[in-house]
Antibody, heavy 117, light 111 residues
Framework: EVHLVESGGVVVQPGGSLRLSCAAS????????MNWVRQAPGKGLEWISL????????YYADSVRGRFTVSRDNSKNTLYLQMNSLRMEDTALYYC??????????WGQGTLVTVSS | DVVMTQSPLSLPVTLGQPASISCRSS???????????LNWYQQRPGQSPRRLIY???TRDSGVPDRFSGSGSGTDFTLKVSRVEAEDVGVYYC?????????FGLGTKLEI
């Protein structure tokens, strides 16, 4: 069974940095692209990043490009999101999601990032 | 970016009755490989999203057959043949044919 567990979400001040992690199990991790998708409180879904299986190709939404970096450690079956220069509008529940057939299929439960002074 | 426009944004339904959600994209979603990467997600209250349908009309494993997807080009529809209480939640369409992936604003289905 696919299992994705995000962690690392905390309250951080504007301009601060944070690294999120997503521990994966139940599938061949390095065989799949992985996504980060976020959801601001009471709002809809916003895709923010995708990484291929070996970590050599990454994609970002304009809203985070240059501030966020996605990476993965296939030896640890773990996906990461390094978040720098955080803004109040980055406050959201951050989900990691496995990608199959060109879209996120299985999602974790999310980890909450709050950017506030 | 491709804009995904869903309608209605709120959908009151009666148990046992059908429901339909429309999703229109600002550009054709036919990808260069011939596939159309239009997907539907369900988010029940307090839960993570769950993919129901991918590539317009293929149901994910475990998704009841009362859910169906159709459409082509820029115009797509999710149908629920007979709404059940467990179907309450927000439904999102999402396109994966153009970067970046984009979601619709969501349709809240309520009994």
């Amino acid at each position: 069974e696919v299992h994705l567990v995000e962690s690392g979400g905390v309250v951080v001040q504007p301009g601060g940095s944070l690294r999120l992690s997503c521990a994966a199990s139940g599938f061949t991790f390095d065989g799949y692209f992985m996504n980060w998708v976020r959801q601001a409180p009471g709002k809809g879904l916003e895709w923010i990043s995708l990484i291929n299986g070996d970590g050599s190709i990454t994609y970002y939404a304009d809203s985070v490009r240059g501030r966020f970096t996605v990476s993965r450690d296939n030896s640890k079956n773990t996906l990461y999101l390094q978040m720098n220069s955080l803004r109040m509008e980055d406050t959201a529940l951050y989900y990691c999601a496995k990608d199959t057939a060109g879209s996120p299929d299985y999602w974790g439960q999310g980890t909450l990032v709050t950017v506030s002074s | 970016d491709v804009v995904m426009t869903q309608s209605p944004l709120s959908l009151p339904v009666t148990l046992g009755q059908p429901a339909s959600i429309s999703c229109r994209s600002s550009q054709s979603l036919v990808y260069s490989d011939g596939n159309t990467y239009l997907n539907w997600y369900q988010q029940r209250p307090g839960q993570s999203p769950r993919r129901l349908i991918y590539k317009v009309s293929t149901r994910d494993s475990g998704v009841p057959d009362r859910f169906s997807g159709s459409g082509s080009g820029t115009d797509f529809t999710l149908k629920v043949s007979r709404v059940e209480a467990e179907d309450v939640g927000v439904y999102y369409c999402m396109q994966g044919s153009h970067w970046p992936y984009t979601f619709g604003l969501g349709t809240k289905l309520e009994i």
